[in-house]
């Protein structure tokens, strides 16, 4: 059988607030928890210490008293108007900012149609020689050449650099491949990397 009381009992137990045959439910239990009566006597004597040193009752303010401040106040409001501000002056920015942005934005609409309806390209031409790119080789003596082959095919030549041999497999510098649950069949184990053939 479950004697042990409910927190709802058991505090108000605490704060001296039951009666009658919930009080005697609960002290028949408490005199077998001697932490529980500890606990009791500690809010006790908190208690005490708290009433002590504040008074039990303490007058309100007279109302009177709250009204004459209050028109106070009012009065002296009323009496001391706030200087208000000059006039301000409409200002040579207010209506020089949003012009000079309308402007920017009509020459820069401007000079893109120009630069666009003539079809001029940004890219500086190598002397007469088209429009073929300028490469960037960040080591000495390599040459670069760029051929246009028929259709969408790029060829890029690399003059000066080491050939790269045929034994090479770039499937394992190029990639690197993560073994998932999909990839393997049943009892056929992960599948090795893709080789690639030319």
């Known amino acids: 059988m479950n004697t042990t009381p409910?927190?709802?009992l058991l505090a108000l137990w605490l704060d001296d607030e039951l009666q009658g045959e919930d009080l005697a439910k609960v002290e028949s239990w408490a005199l077998t928890q001697p932490d529980q009566?500890?606990?009791r006597?500690?809010?006790r004597a908190w208690r005490k210490t708290i009433a002590a040193a504040l008074p039990a009752v303490e007058e309100p303010p007279y109302p009177d008293f709250f009204n004459s401040r209050i028109t106070k106040e009012i009065r002296a409001m009323q009496a001391t108007p706030e200087p208000s501000a000059p006039a301000a002056r409409p200002s040579l920015w207010r209506w020089l900012f949003p012009a000079t942005a309308f402007a920017g934005m009509a020459l820069a609409f401007w000079v893109g149609t120009k630069t666009h309806s003539t079809g001029s390209s940004t890219v500086a031409d190598n002397g007469g020689a088209g429009s073929t790119p300028v490469w960037y080789i960040p080591e000495q003596g390599v040459d670069a050449q760029w051929v246009r082959g028929t259709g969408t095919s790029t060829v890029i030549l690399l003059n000066g650099v080491?050939?790269?041999p045929d034994s090479m497999d770039f499937t394992e510098t190029a990639m690197i491949q993560h073994a998932k649950e999909s990839?393997?069949?049943a009892g056929a184990g992960s599948p090795g990397p893709t080789k690639i053939s030319r």
């Open 41 to 43: 006597e500690e809010i």
């Open 183 to 185: 990839d393997s069949t």
């Open 162 to 164: 080491n050939a790269i």
């Open 37 to 39: 009566i500890a606990a």
């Open 6 to 8: 409910d927190e709802v």
